[in-house]
C-alpha cells in the first residue's frame, strides 16, 4: 500500500508542477476589460479561442486542477 501511495504522491507532484507552469503561461484576463472599456467589437480570433493555443492552455489548466483536487482527497485519506 506504501508503494501505490508513493507513486500517487509522486504523480501529483508532477500535477502541481504543470499546474504551476501552465497558469503563468496564461494571459491575464484585464486585456479583455480594456477591451470592452474602449468598445472594440468582437474579432474572429476572440470568437475563436477556444480552437487556439490558448484554449488549449485554458482546457489544461482545467483538467490539471480538478486531479489537483481529487489526488489532493485521495492523499488525505487515511490508508
Known amino acids: 500500500m506504501e508503494v501505490l501511495r508513493a507513486i500517487v504522491t509522486i504523480i501529483y507532484i508532477g500535477i ?3 499546474l504551476t507552469i501552465i497558469v503563468l503561461k496564461q494571459d491575464g484576463k484585464s ?8 468598445g472594440a467589437s468582437e474579432s474572429y480570433w476572440s470568437k475563436n479561442k477556444g480552437r487556439s493555443a490558448e484554449g488549449l492552455v485554458v482546457r489544461s489548466t482545467k483538467v ?12 488525505n485519506l487515511n490508508w
Open 16 to 18: 502541481c508542477v504543470a
Open 31 to 38: 486585456s479583455g476589460l480594456s477591451g470592452a472599456l474602449t
Open 64 to 75: 490539471l486542477a480538478t486531479l489537483f483536487v481529487i489526488i489532493s482527497v485521495i492523499l
